[in-house]
């Protein structure tokens, strides 16, 4: 058997999930949870980094993004699941990191600038939103986790943690022999793109993605509207399925067969975006389906997510606390 390794994820509760949280994240989850000691949970204090003005829009979302972690078939017996704030050790530990973070190293971070232009309208430049990795390096080195799931977006984070991490452990345990803090290792994972329905990056805040559980007739309505490949303005122009979010979508959802054909036909303009889109449908509705099915049953017995957030907590506490305790030492804290 492969080694076990503790992995440690996050996701934000920022609004509704949608089919790229579930390509970009929560697939490998359901993988990451039969192979490997995982630590899962909802971050919500990241989430304040931007959505700190309504907090209460965020809780909500966190509860229904934990409804629906359950419905997909996160199991809280094979995980740790817990909401983030209920572990004050994450702070404590971000709160010690800041000490020996110079500022230039998180100002350096390609999303930091990027995203305070991105989201207009918010005013990001406060403290908790630059200081956004090194709660993110904590939430990992609490738990002495290696490995962390990431995509490509996510590297830049990940090389940041581990530059904390070493310069913590040389400044208060630079003995040889096995480090106060492990420096975490991505694990990196391979997901499909997922295009929104208007061609760009699917996102809540374009809204352009389509959500997991979706009614039925708005997600005909909105795929049947949805942006194809500019280039075919008329049924008999060729397209390319590489620039088109229904062509990606089909890879998610379609049989091979159909990927082929759409592969295929596409290109010749044998295929009008119509059929393609109906053909999409029929792999799509299903899937949806499924989905509010299961969230529904989820949705019947609510105890059940507070029962297992409350049992992840006390959980994901007793290893916090062991770290700290020895960070404490080391830190001449206690
Ligand atoms: N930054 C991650 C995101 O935006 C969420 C996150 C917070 C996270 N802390 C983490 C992911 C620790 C992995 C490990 O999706
Ligand atoms: Fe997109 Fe399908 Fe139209 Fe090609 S045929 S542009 S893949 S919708």
Redesign the pocket.
Known sequence: MATRLRVVSGMRPTGKLHVGHFFGALKNWLKLQDEHECFFFSADWHALTTEYATPGEMKEAERDMVADWLALGIDPTKVVLFVQSRVKQHAELALLFGMVTPIPWLERVPTYKEQQQNLTGKDLSTYGFLGYPLLQAADVAVYRATAVPVGQDQVAHLELSREIVRRFNNLYAPEVGPKLLPEPQPLLTEHPKILGLDGRKMSKSFHNAILLGEAEESAKKRLMTAV??PA?VRRNDP???EV????YL?KAYSPPETIAM?DR??RTAG???VD??KALLVNLLPALEKHRKARAEVDQAPERIDQALEDGARRANEVAEETMRDVRRAMKLE
Do not use: A
């Not at 088109?244 to 062509?247: N, S, W, Y």
């Open positions: 194809t490949d075919r397209g390319n399925p088109c979010p229904i062509f089909h759409v036909e596409c295929i009008g975006c393609c889109k």
